[in-house]
């Protein structure tokens, strides 16, 4: 069982930046690919980043501007996001799983999200 409980989130002017943490519980939290996922108002949720534990991989709409790290030490996956638009207003979603023989993620657990607010 892995809790994940993300922060960071808040407002901020379009151009600035903002580090999303994702704490997890459990110690096989190093075992687990990790990821950050988004979901705006009325639209779907969507993949920003993910991380298998040997590939990343990012979305275009945010690539080079955000960056996916992790401390397994602290149980921590962080977002990093520059250069900040109005578009990237969304609740922002850290989620643990694993990689399939198939090379396909399925995501078991989730965060709670948290709100981030980019004004023009």
């Known amino acids: 069982q892995v809790q994940l409980v993300e922060s960071g989130g808040g407002l901020v002017q379009a151009g600035g930046s903002l580090r999303l943490s994702c704490a997890a519980s459990?110690?096989?939290?190093?075992?687990?690919?990790m990821g950050w996922f988004r979901q705006a108002p009325g639209k779907e949720r969507e993949i920003v980043t993910t991380?298998?534990?040997?590939?990343?991989a990012t979305a275009d709409s945010v690539k080079g501007r955000f960056t996916i790290s992790r401390d397994n030490a602290k149980n921590t996956v962080y977002l990093q996001m520059n250069s900040l638009k109005p578009e990237d207003t969304a609740v922002y979603y850290c989620?643990?799983?694993?990689?399939?023989?198939?090379?396909?993620?399925?995501?078991?657990?989730w965060g709670q999200g948290t709100q981030v607010t980019v004004s023009s």
């Open positions: 459990g110690r096989t939290f190093s075992s687990y690919a």
């Open positions: 989620a643990a799983g694993v990689v399939t023989s198939r090379g396909e993620y399925v995501w078991t657990y």
């Open positions: 991380w298998s534990g040997r590939d990343t």
